[in-house]
Protein backbone atom coordinates (compact mmCIF):
# COMPACT_ATOMS: atom_id res chain seq x y z
CA UNK A 1 0.00 0.00 0.00
CA UNK A 2 1.43 3.47 -0.99
CA UNK A 3 1.90 6.16 2.02
CA UNK A 4 -0.51 8.46 -0.21
CA UNK A 5 -3.12 5.50 -0.11
CA UNK A 6 -2.80 5.45 3.98
CA UNK A 7 -3.24 9.06 4.15
CA UNK A 8 -6.38 9.09 2.84
CA UNK A 9 -7.76 5.86 4.11
CA UNK A 10 -6.80 7.57 7.56
CA UNK A 11 -8.55 11.22 6.28
CA UNK A 12 -11.59 8.83 5.50
CA UNK A 13 -11.74 7.34 8.92
CA UNK A 14 -11.31 10.45 10.45
CA UNK A 15 -14.87 11.73 9.41
CA UNK A 16 -16.02 9.55 12.14
CA UNK A 17 -14.60 11.73 15.10
CA UNK A 18 -16.57 14.59 13.76
CA UNK A 19 -13.50 17.05 14.34
CA UNK A 20 -13.33 19.68 11.96
CA UNK A 21 -9.77 20.54 13.51
CA UNK A 22 -8.60 17.07 12.64
CA UNK A 23 -9.95 17.00 9.38
CA UNK A 24 -8.16 20.43 8.17
CA UNK A 25 -4.85 19.26 9.25
CA UNK A 26 -4.77 16.61 6.14
CA UNK A 27 -4.47 19.30 4.20
CA UNK A 28 -1.79 21.88 2.27
CA UNK A 29 -1.83 25.43 3.29
CA UNK A 30 -3.59 26.56 0.46
CA UNK A 31 -5.98 23.39 -0.15
CA UNK A 32 -9.09 23.22 -2.60
CA UNK A 33 -11.81 20.98 -1.70
CA UNK A 34 -14.34 20.84 -5.01
CA UNK A 35 -17.40 19.39 -3.41
CA UNK A 36 -19.22 19.38 -6.26
CA UNK A 37 -21.68 21.12 -7.67
CA UNK A 38 -20.77 23.75 -4.87
CA UNK A 39 -18.65 26.23 -5.60
CA UNK A 40 -14.70 25.11 -4.32
CA UNK A 41 -13.81 26.36 -0.91
CA UNK A 42 -9.80 27.06 -0.32
CA UNK A 43 -6.69 27.24 2.16
CA UNK A 44 -7.57 25.34 5.83
CA UNK A 45 -9.25 28.59 7.42
CA UNK A 46 -12.20 28.40 4.78
CA UNK A 47 -11.84 24.82 4.46
CA UNK A 48 -12.50 24.71 8.47
CA UNK A 49 -15.53 26.95 8.30
CA UNK A 50 -17.03 25.19 5.54
CA UNK A 51 -16.48 21.70 7.05
CA UNK A 52 -17.44 22.96 10.27
CA UNK A 53 -20.79 24.21 8.22
CA UNK A 54 -22.63 20.43 7.81
CA UNK A 55 -20.56 18.98 11.16
CA UNK A 56 -22.84 20.79 12.83
CA UNK A 57 -25.77 18.76 11.99
CA UNK A 58 -24.36 15.48 11.63
CA UNK A 59 -24.92 13.13 14.70
CA UNK A 60 -22.50 10.26 13.10
CA UNK A 61 -20.72 9.19 9.99
CA UNK A 62 -19.15 6.14 8.87
CA UNK A 63 -17.48 6.07 5.23
CA UNK A 64 -17.03 2.89 3.72
CA UNK A 65 -14.54 2.21 0.87
CA UNK A 66 -15.65 0.01 -1.86
CA UNK A 67 -12.83 0.76 -3.56
CA UNK A 68 -9.46 2.75 -3.86
CA UNK A 69 -6.11 3.57 -6.16
CA UNK A 70 -3.53 5.25 -6.46
CA UNK A 71 -1.30 6.36 -9.56
CA UNK A 72 1.73 8.50 -7.99
CA UNK A 73 0.22 11.61 -6.01
CA UNK A 74 -3.13 11.08 -7.16
CA UNK A 75 -5.81 8.95 -5.31
CA UNK A 76 -9.07 7.59 -6.71
CA UNK A 77 -11.60 6.68 -3.94
CA UNK A 78 -15.22 5.17 -4.45
CA UNK A 79 -17.07 5.28 -1.44
CA UNK A 80 -20.43 5.32 0.51
CA UNK A 81 -20.66 7.69 3.09
CA UNK A 82 -23.20 6.89 5.88
CA UNK A 83 -24.58 9.99 7.68
CA UNK A 84 -26.85 10.54 10.16
CA UNK A 85 -28.48 13.97 10.45
CA UNK A 86 -30.47 13.74 13.72
CA UNK A 87 -32.52 10.61 13.31
CA UNK A 88 -32.32 10.97 9.52
CA UNK A 89 -29.69 8.34 7.77
CA UNK A 90 -28.33 9.09 4.18
CA UNK A 91 -25.76 6.60 2.48
CA UNK A 92 -24.52 8.67 -0.11
CA UNK A 93 -22.08 7.01 -2.95
CA UNK A 94 -19.55 9.12 -3.96
CA UNK A 95 -16.29 9.15 -6.08
CA UNK A 96 -13.48 11.20 -4.21
CA UNK A 97 -9.98 12.01 -6.57
CA UNK A 98 -7.25 13.41 -4.13
CA UNK A 99 -4.18 15.20 -5.50
CA UNK A 100 -1.77 14.96 -2.70
CA UNK A 101 1.73 16.87 -2.22
CA UNK A 102 3.87 16.21 0.17
CA UNK A 103 1.91 14.08 2.66
CA UNK A 104 -1.01 16.41 2.04
CA UNK A 105 -4.09 17.01 0.41
CA UNK A 106 -3.71 19.36 -2.45
CA UNK A 107 -6.69 19.29 -3.66
CA UNK A 108 -10.02 17.26 -3.75
CA UNK A 109 -13.13 16.98 -5.82
CA UNK A 110 -15.86 14.61 -4.61
CA UNK A 111 -18.74 13.58 -6.80
CA UNK A 112 -21.89 12.72 -6.24
CA UNK A 113 -25.96 12.95 -6.94
CA UNK A 114 -26.95 16.24 -4.51
CA UNK A 115 -30.61 15.21 -4.48
CA UNK A 116 -29.60 12.05 -2.79
CA UNK A 117 -27.92 13.59 0.22
CA UNK A 118 -30.60 16.76 0.23
CA UNK A 119 -34.14 14.53 -0.32
CA UNK A 120 -34.25 12.79 2.54
CA UNK A 121 -33.48 16.33 4.55
CA UNK A 122 -35.92 17.90 2.41
CA UNK A 123 -38.95 14.94 3.29
CA UNK A 124 -38.13 15.11 7.71
CA UNK A 125 -39.10 18.96 7.23
Known amino acids: MTENIKIIRNFISAWSNLDP ?9 DGIYYNMPIEPVQGKNNL ?3 IQGFL ?3 TKTEWEISNI ?8 V ?3 DKTE ?4 KIDLPCCGIFEMEDGKIKIWRDYFDMNTYTGPLSKSK
Open 21 to 29: DELINYFTE
Open 48 to 50: KLF
Open 56 to 58: NDW
Open 69 to 76: ICDGNTVF
Open 78 to 80: ERI
Open 85 to 88: VGNI
